[in-house]
């Protein structure tokens, strides 16, 4: 087989990558090659019972600009559904009690959510020292610039909540690239935030309409699959299923990629894989590429769905979960109220709850068996919401690999592994590199067709 452009990995980073070479550069001599049954990667949704069960990412946020454009293109506009309003409240587990997040900062600094003394250090984070010359910490960021307090409770759980990650260990540049932006350039993340809230004011005026940075947590009717179901239908037969890649190898002015199922030549080649599969077809083409892939780790985290009756706990379960520090509950990380968040994702009259375990700090729980797994859970919320009645069904799902891990030092073997593969005329783009977040994969695509692009012009 013969292609212009070879997209090695058919998760959301491979398929839209597909879907903006087309877009964006009219280019449809491509083929996606994806070495499972089935596209997606980490998205995958099931119906069951009614219930939708999402086996990774339960949504997106709405600000991004390339994932809607991209869903817009995929005729998708009609299906998103945004996290309902009435699950506005979400909680931080402290001292065994779940806290609601208060949405003002003057609400904030009357709340429980933090001892008084962790409240009122956040008020010196203008006077914080600045920062230091080397990648740091997030931990180590927030405790310098809002304490101690806040960053073991409230980072702590923002970190386990988007990277199942150690705060300890990730890069704050690498995992939130803003944040370290907003103290380089205004000195202090107090005075960013008022900047921003000044902006968006004017620009809310000026466009007459709503401005929120944050986004809203978005799906699909039907579940996150519908994106990565839709692009892989596009691609018709250029999507090859089934097809792992065992190795890449230059020949002449073109790759030669040996699959299960034969040789595939192709001009230009990216490679949208986890990190170590990467490495792995870099070995022959880029072997400085190799040492620094091979050290982005990944956390595993297993996901437990349970559906029960609507006054199963003897109390209400409302607003959009709860996310769990270090230090609270062995194993547990968080739990999203998907009844709530979206309504239309399970019968009325029913509670559906979305826990997730293990993660950078407990690796371990992810090997627990089906009833292992099940009874951490429910042990864990049984001590958290007060009961632990018998669900009506429950859904397990692991992923070993799970999410890229960006320790400190992740900015440069990225730079590092992207100039050897570059050298070799070779592409990188998904989650092991620049966000994991499926509208960080989406931009990274696009970013990266253009460069394939570029490729092939020189
Ligand atoms: C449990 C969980 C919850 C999450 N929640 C959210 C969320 O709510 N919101 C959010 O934005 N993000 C979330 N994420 C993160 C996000 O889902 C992922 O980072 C993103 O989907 C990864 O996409 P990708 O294309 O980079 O990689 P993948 O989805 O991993 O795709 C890589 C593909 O490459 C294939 N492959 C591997 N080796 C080969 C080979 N040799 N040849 C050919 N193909 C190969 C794999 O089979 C796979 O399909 C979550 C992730 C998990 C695991």
Redesign the pocket.
Known sequence: MKTRVAI???????LAAAAWLEHDHRIDDLLV????SRAG???RSEIDAGYTVEW?????LDNAPDTLELTRIQGLGDALVQADEGAADRFILRGGRLRRVAASPLAFMLSDILPLGGRLRLIAEPFARTRPDHDETVFDFARRRIGRRAAEVLVDAMVTGVFAGDSRELSLAATFPRMAAMEAEHGSLTRAMIAKMRAARREGARSGGPSGPGGTLTSFSGGMARLPDSLAEGLGDRLLLG????KLQVDGESFILTTDAGDIEAQSVLL???AE?AAR?LENTAPAAVKPLSEIPTAP?A?VMLAYDANAFGRPVHGFGFLVPRGEEPGLLGTLYCHDIFPGQAPTGSLFLRA?VGGARAPAAVALDDDELIALVRAALERILGADPEPDRVWTMR?EK??SQYTVGHLDRVAAAEEAAGNAGIELA??PYRG????D?IKQARVAATRVVQRLRR
């Not at 994991?436 to 509208?439: D, P």
């Open positions: 090695v990995g058919g998760g959301i980073t491979g090659i994806e070495s499972s990667g980490k998205i990774g990412p339960q949504g997106f097809r792992g890649v065992q949208t894989l986890p599969r077809l985290i996901v997730m992923w799970g999410i998904g989650s994991v977040s499926v509208n994969c």
